[in-house]
């Protein structure tokens, strides 16, 4: 089985890909438009950055496996994965330390003036009356926007510095939120109006498009300091753009609208220029600590998917699916007897969902839980059970409507 590593990837990690018996094609080079050809005859994708569009999908009909080696997916086209029943898989996590340091770097290049005061000295100018001039973490509010394990590394490292923290996320409730040790806010909206710093960790998509919308902005306290180490598109950007350059906030972002693709380029934004605005590169992720956990995850994905068939962190797997009602069958563990059972629905066009097999100590029998998308007529029910040979017990409950 061949497996694609269509980005960098450590020696040490792709020697445990090929302990896993698998054929190793390390690739980093490769750009988005080369991976349908490249991936043809592989069975597993592992990418880091580079995207992978609905053409690899199309093409790579072998193809059982894609792993983004970092948080989000919205690189690869899970859609068109999905429609070809190919997994994929993230690696969650990995990378909250990282983040929510770069996260705190950024914050206390805002207060303190950090970037300025080293530029300063090294034109070798001494102005120690201009970056005395801060206002300080301690006692102050720390809005986290989004709790997952970042905003929780966040969360940690607020408290960590005498900060009041607050939160808000669609599933933080008052017992996790006292757990944390934090205030829970009841919307975005209101998290902003009482947040000195406003940093952003929630993943990108249709549910988080310009959740920070030009309302949460403009609820932020004058002199606030507003913090992007997620997404672009979760802020309203020109809003964003609008408040930076009236000066009432300082904007930390290590995400940009239309920022490269590519590790070298030319860019030129608007917002990035801005005196009061701090930004990076979009290297938040990008500490050897959780390029090393990410890639140790991503060999544990494809170990669990060869020996034990599971897909950790799989995000394209339905968590509902059109069946109605699931079909109980104990048998005896013998050849052909599903081949048989399923005959029977084939014949009568219903569609087997999702089927489950468990074998008994000893190998005699079975239980077999069969979930269709429609109810078997009694006829088809009894032609089953009339297999007295290879049948034990059949039983029929609906499971949703």
């Not at 199309?58 to 997994?87: H, P």
């Not at 926007?145 to 996320?169: N, P």
Request: some cysteine.
């Amino acid at each position: 089985m061949r497996v694609l590593v269509a980005d960098e990837f450590s020696k040490g990690h792709l020697d445990g890909l090929r302990g896993l018996g698998l054929s190793v094609d390390y690739r980093p080079e490769l750009k988005a438009d080369d991976l349908p050809e490249a991936t043809k005859d592989a069975s597993i994708l592992v990418v880091r950055s580079t995207e992978v569009k609905r053409k690899v999908f199309e093409s790579a009909t072998g193809l059982s496996l894609v792993i983004r080696a970092g948080a989000g997916v919205n690189t690869i086209d899970v859609r068109a994965a999905s429609e070809r029943g190919v997994y994929v898989a993230n690696c969650p996590g990995q990378n909250a330390i990282a983040v929510a340091e770069l996260s705190f770097g950024l914050i206390l290049s805002a207060d303190r003036h950090i970037p300025e005061a080293v530029y300063s000295l090294r034109q070798g100018k001494w102005n120690k009356k201009r970056f005395s001039q801060a206002r300080g973490l301690f006692g102050r509010t720390l809005g986290v926007l989004g709790l997952g394990a970042i905003g929780t590394a966040v969360v940690q490292r607020g408290r960590a510095f005498g900060m009041r923290v607050a939160g808000y996320s669609r599933t933080l409730n008052a017992a996790r939120a006292s757990a944390m040790g934090i205030e829970r806010a009841e919307s975005a909206l209101a998290l902003a109006r009482q947040a000195d710093v406003f940093t952003v960790h929630v993943p990108a998509g249709p549910d988080t498009k310009k959740l920070v919308s030009r309302e949460v902005l403009a609820a932020l306290p004058n002199g606030a300091i507003f913090v992007n180490t997620s997404r672009a598109d979760v802020v309203d950007q020109q809003a964003l753009l609008d408040e930076a350059k009236s000066g009432r906030i300082a904007v930390c972002a290590d995400v940009f609208e239309g920022e490269p693709k590519a590790g070298e380029a030319d860019f030129v934004s608007e917002l990035a220029s801005l005196p009061n605005v701090y930004g990076t590169h979009h290297v938040g992720a990008s500490t050897e600590q959780a390029q090393e956990a990410i890639a140790d995850e991503a060999v544990r994905i494809v170990a669990s998917f060869l020996k034990e068939g599971v897909v950790p962190n799989c995000v394209n797997v339905a968590r509902k699916t059109p069946a109605r009602y699931q079909l109980i069958v104990r048998h005896y563990d013998r050849v052909g007897v599903l081949a048989n059972v399923l005959a029977e629905l084939r014949e009568a066009s219903i569609n087997a969902q999702e089927i489950e097999n468990t074998v008994f100590e000893g190998a005699a029998a079975a239980c077999c839980k069969i979930q269709l998308d429609s109810r078997p007529a009694e006829e088809v029910l009894s032609r089953v059970r009339s297999r007295a040979n290879e049948v034990i017990f059949v039983d029929l409950f609906e499971i949703g409507g």
